[in-house]
Each structure stands twice: as C-alpha cells, then as structure tokens.
C-alpha cells in the first residue's frame, strides 16, 4: 500500500469525529486537524446530519480549524464557505405518497432539509433513535411543503419488508440505528456531495480521503482515494475501506493520519 498523500480529507461526524461515549470531540482528533490544517491538508465535513443539528463541539471545531465545505444530510447539501454549492431535493410526489403510506402503516417519519429535521408522525421508535444521537426534531405534519432534502422513518428491522413494498421505485433506504433508518433518493450519497465539493476545488478522488463508520460511508470509501474506516464501524464499510483504524474514543483519527505518515507526531 503506498501512503496516501491527500490535499483534502473528509470525516464523518457520529463516532468519527465525535464521540459519543466521551460527550466530545476527542482531544488527540482536535489535534490531528490542526496539524493538517498547519500543512495546508484541507478538512470538510461529510454528515448524515443537517447543518442545523450539528453538534456544538463541532461548530467550535469547524471555527477553529477552518472548515469551509460541509458535507451534509448524505450529500444532499453542500456548503462552501457558508454559501450552498449544491442541494438536492427528493421528488415532491413522491415524498407525499410516501408519507402517506408510512401514516397507512403506523411508521414515524420526518422530513429533513439543511434548517432541521420536522417530524409528520412521532412516536417511541423516533425519540429513541433521534436522542441516541442528541439530536432535536420540530413536529409539524405539514413539513412537506417545503423542500425535503432526505426523509427519515423509524421502525425496527422486522418491518423492512413492509416498507420496501411501499417504497418509490426512485428511493432508497439506508439503516443507521435499531429504529431509525434514512430515506434518500437512489442517486443520493455522501458521494455525490463529496464529487460537488471535488468539483469546486478542481480536485480528483486522488486527492481525497474519507474516515467514516457507517453504513451510509459506503459510498464515500469509494468517491476518496482512500477511505478509512474506525475500528467500531460496520462490517461492510471495513471490508470497503483501504484501512481500518482504532474507534473514535481511542484516538483512532490521530492514530491512523500518523500511522500512515500523513502527519508527524510530535
């Protein structure tokens, strides 16, 4: 394997950059971005969140280190030194008729768009999966009417079959927790955003590398020269990543970036 020598690299927020167990942004990741950001390496954000819900650490971080691309809601928006590059939105229509469907079957779902996630229908399975990740929602069954950017339904994994019956042919979903999986157009991905953000700096997938934990990283491994999966990731993103490194909450981003020489430790 020859060692990677990125101009860009992009990082996955949820047990990434952030995690959980600790509440933070671990202390050796702060690290790793400011040395890249000394070597003149860019950094950017590629998140299944909206840049509404990010989580404060990462809006301190992004200050600090001079983030200016982000990456959000799965590559369905993208900003560029605060201004939007590009947005995706899913088909009104269809959207509806879906909504409609999952009201039919009892499933909670929301609406999401780069000001937040609006719930139509809440229930259990919604507030356990949202609060898993601190992450707020506003109730309002009329959230359709405005641009969706992704959808979000909640129902355990013994109802899939129920859903894909009812889903757009158009549509995929991808899971990211027990209850809670996202709803996104079969075109959409984190990769379709990072290949806009690649675009607006005149770079190829060559210069990029990727750090990601879930399954929505799939794509991303394979839009950056390099993807390099954390050591708690799923099993079908480590068998795509070109490395795997140790979990956030074990200085896995620092470890991997000096491992790999991309920075020096001091």
């Not at 995706?88 to 269809?94: E, K, N």
């Not at 794509?219 to 993103?237: Q, S, T, Y």
Request: hydrophobic share 45%; charged share 20%.
């Amino acid at each position: 394997m020859n060692p990677p020598r990125p101009k860009i690299i992009f990082f996955d927020i949820d047990e990434t950059l952030y995690s959980h167990r600790l509440q933070c942004v671990p202390p050796s990741a702060q690290a790793a971005l400011h040395a890249l950001k000394r070597q003149g390496i860019a950094t950017a954000i590629a998140t299944g969140r909206s840049t509404a819900t990010l989580p404060p650490p990462i809006r301190t971080l992004i200050a600090e280190t001079g983030i200016d691309i982000i990456v959000s809601i799965n590559g369905q928006h993208v900003t560029h030194q605060g201004k939007a590059l590009a947005s995706f939105a899913l088909d009104a229509d269809s959207t509806h008729r879906l909504s409609g469907s999952l009201k039919t079957l009892g499933i909670a779902h929301a609406a999401v768009d780069d000001s937040g996630i609006f719930a139509i229908r809440t229930d259990q399975h919604l507030r356990a999966a949202l609060s898993s990740l601190g992450i707020g929602y506003t109730h309002d069954p009329q959230a359709l009417s405005r641009p969706v950017r992704q959808m979000l339904a909640f129902y355990p994994a013994a109802r899939n079959a129920e859903v894909a019956e009812i889903l757009p042919d158009s549509f995929k979903t991808v899971r990211w927790h027990e209850y809670g999986t996202d709803i996104l157009d079969k075109s959409g991905s984190k990769a379709r955003g990072i290949q806009a953000a690649l675009n607006k700096l005149g770079l190829d997938r060559q210069d990029a590398m990727a750090f990601g934990d879930g399954l929505n990283d799939l794509e991303m491994m394979g839009a950056a020269g390099f993807g390099i999966a954390m050591g708690n990731a799923a099993p079908e993103l480590k068998a795509a990543a070109d490395y795997v490194c140790p979990r956030a909450d074990e200085d896995g981003i620092w470890r991997a970036l000096t491992d790999l020489g991309v920075i020096q430790a001091a």
